[in-house]
C-alpha cells in the first residue's frame, strides 16, 4: 500500500516518524547510549533523503541517493555512533569537544548526527557534487560541519588527532593511513571485507596498540580510493 505524501513542512508527523524509528529500530534492537538516541530522535532524516523517497525517510533500509551512494540504514548509523563512544571521551578528556572524521559524506546524515552529538566534524567526500550539496545542507539546517572535497580512504591529517573515526563505506581492509590519526583512546568504525559483504570493525587507539573487533555483519557500497577499493 503506498503511503500518504507527507509535506516537508509537516513538522508534527516527521516527528512522530522520528519517535517510532527510535523506539522499532534503535532501542528495540539495542541501541542504548541516551546521547545517540537523543541525536537519532532530533535529525531531521526526511531533509537527507532524495525527495523522491521522502515518504521512506524512516523505513528500515537504506535509501539511493544518486551517484551509486546511499544513506544508511538508520539503526546502522546509530550503531556506528554509539561505538564510537563520543560521551565517554569527553568525561575522560575534561569535557574536551571531541573531533571526528567522517568518511564519505554522502547525504552529510551521519556528520549531522555526530554533530548533534556535540562532536567538531570533518567529512570528507570524493564526488564534488554531492559535497556541495551536503554544504548547502548543512547550512540550511544551521550545521557547523566541514566538508572536504578528497579521498577519504587516506584520511584528513590536516585536522588530526581525532577523538573518533567513522566510515560510511566498505574497504578491503581498515585504510592504513587511518588508525594513526586517531587520538590516544579515540575510536575508529568502518566496514571491512568484500564488495559483497562486510563486518562492521572497530579499532580503538590504546597505550599497547590498537585493539580491533569485529562488531556485526553489514553491508555497504565500496570505499573507492587510493586505501579503499579500485573504482570498478
Given at each position: 500500500?503506498?503511503?500518504?505524501?507527507?509535506?516537508?513542512?509537516?513538522?508534527?508527523?516527521?516527528?512522530?516518524?522520528?519517535?517510532?524509528?527510535?523506539?522499532?529500530?534503535?532501542?528495540?534492537?539495542?541501541?542504548?547510549?541516551?546521547?545517540?538516541?537523543?541525536?537519532?530522535g532530533r535529525v531531521?532524516?526526511?531533509?537527507?533523503?532524495?525527495?523522491?523517497?521522502?515518504?521512506?525517510?524512516?523505513d528500515d533500509r537504506?535509501?539511493?541517493?544518486?551517484?551509486?551512494?546511499?544513506?544508511?540504514?538508520?539503526?546502522?548509523?546509530?550503531?556506528?555512533?554509539?561505538?564510537?563512544?563520543?560521551?565517554?571521551?569527553?568525561?575522560?578528556?575534561?569535557?574536551?569537544?571531541?573531533?571526528?572524521?567522517?568518511?564519505?559524506?554522502?547525504?552529510?546524515?551521519?556528520?549531522?548526527?555526530?554533530?548533534?552529538?556535540?562532536?567538531?566534524?570533518?567529512?570528507?567526500?570524493?564526488?564534488?557534487?554531492?559535497?556541495?550539496?551536503?554544504?548547502?545542507?548543512?547550512?540550511?539546517?544551521?550545521?557547523?560541519?566541514?566538508?572536504?572535497?578528497?579521498?577519504?580512504?587516506?584520511?584528513?591529517?590536516?585536522?588530526?588527532?581525532?577523538?573518533?573515526?567513522?566510515?560510511?563505506?566498505?574497504?578491503?581492509?581498515?585504510?592504513?593511513?587511518?588508525?594513526?590519526?586517531?587520538?590516544?583512546?579515540?575510536?575508529?568504525?568502518?566496514?571491512?571485507?568484500?564488495?559483497?559483504?562486510?563486518?562492521?570493525?572497530?579499532?580503538?587507539?590504546?597505550?599497547?596498540?590498537?585493539?580491533?573487533?569485529?562488531?556485526?555483519?553489514?553491508?555497504?557500497?565500496?570505499?573507492?580510493?587510493?586505501?579503499?577499493?579500485?573504482?570498478?
Amino acid at each position: 500500500m503506498r503511503r500518504p505524501a507527507i509535506r516537508l513542512e509537516d513538522e508534527r508527523r516527521w516527528g512522530d516518524l522520528r519517535a517510532e524509528m527510535v523506539e522499532r529500530q534503535l532501542r528495540g534492537r539495542g541501541i542504548r547510549a541516551p546521547e545517540v538516541l537523543a541525536a537519532m530522535g532530533r535529525v531531521p532524516r526526511e531533509r537527507f533523503v532524495d525527495p523522491g523517497m521522502l515518504s521512506l525517510a524512516y523505513d528500515d533500509r537504506a535509501l539511493g541517493i544518486g551517484g551509486g551512494q546511499t544513506i544508511s540504514q538508520p539503526y546502522i548509523v546509530a550503531r556506528m555512533t554509539e561505538a564510537l563512544e563520543l560521551p565517554r571521551w569527553r568525561v575522560d578528556h575534561g569535557d574536551e569537544t571531541p573531533k571526528v572524521l567522517d568518511v564519505g559524506t554522502g547525504s552529510g546524515y551521519q556528520a549531522a548526527i555526530l554533530e548533534a552529538m556535540g562532536a567538531e566534524v570533518t567529512s570528507m567526500e570524493r564526488d564534488a557534487d554531492l559535497a556541495e550539496e551536503a554544504r548547502q545542507r548543512f547550512a540550511n539546517l544551521g550545521l557547523r560541519i566541514v566538508v572536504i572535497v578528497g579521498d577519504g580512504s587516506a584520511g584528513y591529517p590536516d585536522a588530526a588527532p581525532y577523538a573518533a573515526i567513522v566510515v560510511g563505506a566498505a574497504a578491503p581492509a581498515i585504510p592504513d593511513p587511518l588508525p594513526d590519526q586517531l587520538a590516544l583512546g579515540g575510536r575508529l568504525v568502518a566496514p571491512v571485507g568484500r564488495r559483497e559483504h562486510q563486518w562492521l570493525t572497530l579499532v580503538e587507539r590504546t597505550v599497547e596498540g590498537f585493539r580491533r573487533e569485529e562488531l556485526e555483519p553489514c553491508v555497504f557500497v565500496p570505499l573507492i580510493g587510493r586505501f579503499g577499493f579500485a573504482e570498478a
